[in-house]
């Protein structure tokens, strides 16, 4: 804990004095320069609100995880789209959008522009990157890459000013890939990945960064030797391993190798080891806010079972700083685990930190001139 205070104060002074901020996010380091220092200062205060955790904030977040369509073109197996979310889908009104950056833009860092859902089914996806990214915003977008085999939509993401974009390919052949990402064509997320690569370079853009995502399961690990030849070959720019996390003790799915499991396990293999602290940061610094306006616990509230506001009738500040928020901040402070979502989250499991944790490995690569 003294080592994490004295390396969160060195980067609190080091920001203030040069203006700049390098913070990581799913293990993708972005770097902020010239940045305000009423951001910077919030920031600090956030991270400090981190630490102790007071019912109040003492800024506004830095991150935000929004949700522009709850619908998707796939059923992928355990996903909550597939087996049934206890709450209605569609997609977020650019308004509700524009709302929400208009009142918090100065303050965010980054926006995992995401939750449950494909992103890219909603038309307004490309003009809520570009609002974002004109207030200095990051944005990161994930997606099952079907959308992106027309070149409309591929130059339509680089123009967006997206900065990383997450392309899930959970397999190396049809057989494998459809597995899990069902009623999914794995040629055709390759063809959008080449289509995308190919509109980078036309248009001389170093903008998205395109992660090859590979959620690790038993039926795929024996391909992991395969993968880095196979990001060289399609020309993306990191390729990363993500731990799968198994809802509903479901562990069919769970890869025989250790260090591709997200949960440290006890010795017969069957349970995971139980944390005695909850290292989860978001009701301080990452709210989740779904394609309806709802602001929800966090990114696995998909039920919506503990709802804090609504930004069609209330404003973010209100809600943020509102009673149901300080509700469940004094709760988790006191007993996070008498929250059923927190005491069954990735969080409460050694290895399931979402914040430095279930990315097992990450490799970049350099860019190529072909």
Known sequence: MLRELTGGAYRAMRALITRSVVMECDRIPFRFQNVPLKKILNWILVEASIYTKPERPWGLPTHLQIEPDARCNLRCVICPVTTGMDRPTGSMDLSIFKKLIDEVGDYVFIILLWDWGEPFLNPSIYDMISYARRRGIKVMCSTNGHLLTENKNAEDVIRSGLDTLIVAVDGISQETYELYRQGGDLESVFEGIRTLVARKRDLNSERPLINLRFLLMKHNEHEVAQLKDLARSLGVDVLSLKTLNPYDDDTKLLPERDGYRRFTYT????????????????????????????????????????????????????????????????????????????????????????????????????PTNS
């Open 267 to 366: 010795r017969d293999g069957q349970r995971p080891v139980r944390r005695q602290h909850n290292p989860c940061k978001n009701l301080w610094n990452t709210p989740a806010v779904h394609w309806n306006g709802t602001v929800a616990l966090c990114t696995y509230d998909y039920d919506e079972a503990y709802v804090l506001g609504d930004l069609k009738s209330d404003s973010f500040r209100d809600i943020w700083f509102g009673i149901p928020y300080r509700r469940i901040r004094r709760q988790f402070r006191s007993d996070w685990e008498r929250i059923h979502l927190c005491n069954e989250c990735s969080y409460a499991y050694e290895g399931g930190s979402c914040i430095d944790e279930i990315i097992a490995d990450a490799f970049f690569f350099e």
